[in-house]
């Protein structure tokens, strides 16, 4: 972290956030205890993110909100994300199309193609590309811009302004990517099956309607609420991480660099990490969905 440098005038308790932002900078006490250990930068940045995630938690529930730059921030993640996932998502159905319908024709189970693929791209497909397009395009941007601001000393001037940055930078960015990433799951899943019963009726010969049917026959409410909580869950992984490891950037442009690759790698690794524990959660001890389909 850098040494913070007082400008004239100013003492160093004004570059402190003042009581009515009601907590401490992120993670300002704990990051200087860890400096004074010279801890390791990894166990430096994890404890950052949780502190930071808890902040952020803390601010959501208080309704300290910052809602022009949310606005701003969903923009962002939304809109601006939408026609990459979507044109993902449309591909990734296709692709298991072409899998799942030559395999299951074979086997005279042309009818439940559909509920296999509703079933995929719901409980794991969607989600989890959603949430890798967000890390590569939206946390990426996340670790960059607040990486910037931190080594060119924004953060300070901030703070000189009385304005708390995790109020101001981080919340809205948390609280959009929340937002967002069950709106883009949902509509990822429709263009995801869109695509597939466009190629099986075009390439297979396999009629709409049967696909259509299958799907509906297949996928329940619980698949449906699981989904939309896994790509919550991933949205929030993702623009934690980005902000925390923008926040803890050190070493000029360079640092920037190393924090937005170490941003997405490490979003991608949770996402995953996430995946299995929450797939095994809601799915384990399951029934077989594809029942209802004989």
């Known amino acids: 972290m850098h040494a913070h440098t007082s400008p004239e005038g100013v003492s160093a ?96 189970l042309t009818r439940s193609v559909g509920g296999v693929l509703a079933l995929a791209l719901s409980r794991e497909l969607t989600p989890v590309v959603t949430a890798i397009i967000l890390a590569g395009r939206v946390g990426s941007a996340f670790a960059a811009e607040l990486g910037t601001m931190q080594v060119s000393e924004q953060m300070d001037s901030l703070r000189v302004l009385d304005t708390d940055p995790v109020d101001y930078l981080v919340t809205p960015r948390v609280l959009a990517s929340m937002l967002a990433g069950p709106i883009l799951n949902v509509l990822c899943f429709c263009m995801g099956i869109g695509a597939s019963v466009f190629l099986a009726d075009l390439v297979y010969n396999v009629p709409a309607n049967i696909i259509v049917d299958s799907c509906r026959r297949a996928l329940t409410d619980y698949d449906v609420f699981t989904s939309m909580i896994k790509s919550w869950v991933f949205g929030t992984i993702v623009s934690t991480i980005s902000c925390a490891w923008g926040f803890t950037t050190t070493g000029g442009a360079k640092g920037v660099g190393e924090s937005t690759t170490s941003a997405v790698v490490i979003s991608l690794v949770a996402i995953f990490v996430a995946d299995f524990i929450l797939s095994y959660v809601f799915y384990q001890g399951q029934g077989s969905a594809l029942k209802q389909l004989k």
Do not use: Y
């Open 13 to 108: 308790d004004d570059l402190q956030p003042s009581s009515s932002s009601k907590g401490i900078d992120p993670p300002q006490a704990i990051v200087e205890i860890l400096d004074r250990f010279k801890a390791p930068k990894w166990v430096f940045r994890t404890v950052a993110c949780l502190v930071l995630g808890g902040q952020v938690i803390l601010r959501i529930f208080q309704g300290r909100i910052h809602w022009k730059n949310t606005a701003e921030q969903l923009k962002l993640v939304g809109p601006s994300s939408l026609g990459v996932a979507l044109l993902t998502a449309a591909f990734v159905g296709m692709v298991f199309t072409i899998q799942f319908v030559r395999e299951f024709a074979k086997l005279g």
